[in-house]
């Protein structure tokens, strides 16, 4: 079991910059590939970034060159900076821990946390 908590999140000018990061407990995070979804209200559930085990990302078009995702192993953390934000960034921001094995796909979710882009 992997419990994530994303204590960061907050209202944010357009054009400013913020920081999220994500916790989890349990010796297993580095085997898992971390990622950041996002929810805007009346929309889906959509992928921002995701890191690898061995530190391969991937990011939505939408947020390319504006955010940058990195995990830090040995303190459990994953990071999301976000930078030149805009008003359709506004979202709950969700961490996403995800490991397979030939047994068993293991899927957790943090309880999120609102980013707000506004003036």
């Known amino acids: 079991q992997v419990q994530l908590v994303e204590p960061g999140g907050g209202l944010v000018q357009p054009g400013g910059s913020l920081r999220l990061f994500c916790v989890a407990s349990?010796?297993?995070?580095?085997?898992?590939?971390m990622g950041w979804y996002r929810q805007a209200p009346g929309k889906q559930r959509e992928l921002v970034a995701s890191?690898?085990?061995?530190?391969?990302?991937n990011y939505a078009d939408s947020v390319k060159g504006r955010f940058t995702i990195s995990r830090d192993n040995a303190k459990n953390t994953v990071y999301l900076e976000m930078n030149s934000l805009k008003p359709e960034d506004t979202a709950v921001y969700y961490c996403?821990?995800?490991?397979?094995?030939?047994?068993?796909?293991?899927?957790?979710w943090g309880k999120g946390t609102q980013v707000t882009v506004s003036s």
């Open positions: 996403n821990a995800k490991r397979s094995t030939i047994i068993v796909e293991y899927d957790f």
């Open positions: 349990g010796s297993t995070f580095s085997s898992y590939t």
């Open positions: 890191i690898s085990s061995g530190g391969s990302s």
